[in-house]
């Protein structure tokens, strides 16, 4: 006989006339469980019945797994249940089944633990189904056992196993996983390679899958990706700091331009009162000779001047742009979007969710 525990939900109480108050502690005595595979909502319903009066039901999720063992003949046990809030909407329960198990015997694809692809393929049907695993000798071994117990979690496959009995179930290797890899860069390998694999087969032969892929993170992937993350973060206020004292700079160089372009001008505008004071017929008229004399020397002053201030001109302009592009880094921004490694990592520790076993 196989014992299997099942972390379910009681829901739906709000439908029932039996209600708890907080505080209330049900013993496991008093609940017991009944199938209801004439439910109009869910052909899995299993009802959840305490002191004989109904109380709700199991959550879908669960009532999937729960149901078929229970129609195969297996017994169950339900722990005791405290109520901590008397207006919660579901509430946890701990569930024992006892079953008797066929012994499933899954094919070994590999020598040894080894991560990669595979395809669970089935005879006389084109499509494939695809999935990853850091243990593919392991992980068909629970999808052999999950089918056996009519549990699994793709109907597809489940419906096709209760047909033929299991017969003409096989599977292999698609791609072996790349050695040497670091848990987080062999969560991204078989979550990327995965997905290639089931678009390739759903082009050629079709796929049972009905999800796509996910990354499935383990602690020591979590634990790379949030250092990758403090990294990015810490490098991130760096560049910042960085941008600033850069900002502070160019300011600096932007106002000694300005101040020196503001001198040139001034220094232009009055060689060209020389010049036109000792030129034209205002010089013919007014200027002496000495004015005369010192003519070519001032044109040249002032061409020297105008190479200067367009110069000058281009530098202030050329700085005023890189200051301005630094602002605009700096700026703060109404809808911040963090950067990829920072949204998975905190994706993945909000709730500590289960990764989604292919």
Same mark, same amino acid.
Request: hydrophobic share 35%.
């Given at each position: !006989?196989?014992?299997? =525990?099942?972390?379910?939900?009681?829901?739906? !109480?709000?439908?029932?006339?039996?209600?708890?108050?907080?505080?209330?502690? &049900?013993p496991a005595s008093e609940i017991t469980l009944e199938r209801q595979p004439g439910n109009e909502h869910d052909p899995n319903a299993v009802a959840v019945r305490v002191r004989a009066g109904l109380a709700g039901h199991l959550d879908r999720k669960s009532a999937r797994m729960v149901a078929p063992l229970l129609d195969g003949g297996a017994t169950f046990e339900v722990g005791g249940v405290? &109520?901590?809030?008397?207006?919660?909407?579901?509430?946890?329960?701990? &569930? @024992? +089944?006892?079953?008797d198990p066929e012994r499933p015997v899954a094919p070994r694809v590999a020598d040894g633990r080894l991560p990669g692809i595979y395809a669970i393929s089935i005879a006389s049907r084109s499509p494939r189904y695809i999935g990853q695993a =850091?243990? !593919?000798?392991?992980?068909?071994?629970?999808?052999?056992?999950?089918?056996?117990?009519g549990v699994h979690h793709n109907l597809p496959l489940r419906d096709l196993w209760r047909e033929l009995g299991g017969r003409g179930f096989t599977a292999d290797v698609v791609e072996l996983a790349p050695k040497d890899l670091t848990e987080l860069?062999?969560?991204? @390998?078989?979550?990327?390679?995965?997905?290639? @694999? !089931?678009?390739?087969?759903?082009?050629r032969v079709g796929t049972f899958n009905r999800a796509p892929p996910e990354i499935v993170w383990t602690a020591s992937a979590k634990a790379e990706l949030s250092m990758e993350a403090r990294v990015a973060a810490a490098e991130r206020k760096q560049q910042r700091?960085?941008?600033?004292?850069?900002?502070?700079?160019?300011e600096a160089d932007l106002t000694g331009l300005e101040r020196e372009l503001a001198n040139r001008r001034t220094a232009l505008n009055e060689v060209n009162v020389q010049v036109r004071n000792a030129s034209g017929i205002r010089g013919v008229l007014f200027a002496g000779s000495t004015q005369k004399a010192a003519l070519?020397? +001032?044109?040249?002053?002032?061409?020297?001047?105008?190479?200067?201030?367009n110069s000058i001109v281009a530098q202030v302009a050329a700085v005023r742009k890189q200051r301005d592009s630094i602002k605009q880094v700096l700026r703060p921004r109404t809808t911040k979007t963090p950067p990829k490694v920072v949204l998975e990592a905190m994706i993945m520790t909000s709730g500590n969710r289960k990764a989604r076993k292919s």
């Open positions: !006989m196989a014992r299997r =525990r099942f972390d379910a939900a009681l829901v739906g !109480m709000r439908y029932n006339s039996l209600q708890f108050a907080e505080g209330d502690v &049900i405290r &109520i901590d809030k008397s207006d919660r909407t579901s509430i946890p329960l701990k &569930i @024992w +089944l006892t079953y =850091r243990d !593919m000798n392991e992980r068909l071994r629970k999808h052999w056992e999950e089918l056996t117990l860069a062999l969560s991204q @390998w078989l979550h990327d390679r995965e997905r290639h @694999w !089931m678009d390739d087969y759903e082009s700091i960085n941008d600033k004292a850069r900002e502070s700079e160019l070519p020397r +001032l044109v040249e002053r002032r061409g020297a001047l105008e190479t200067e201030v």
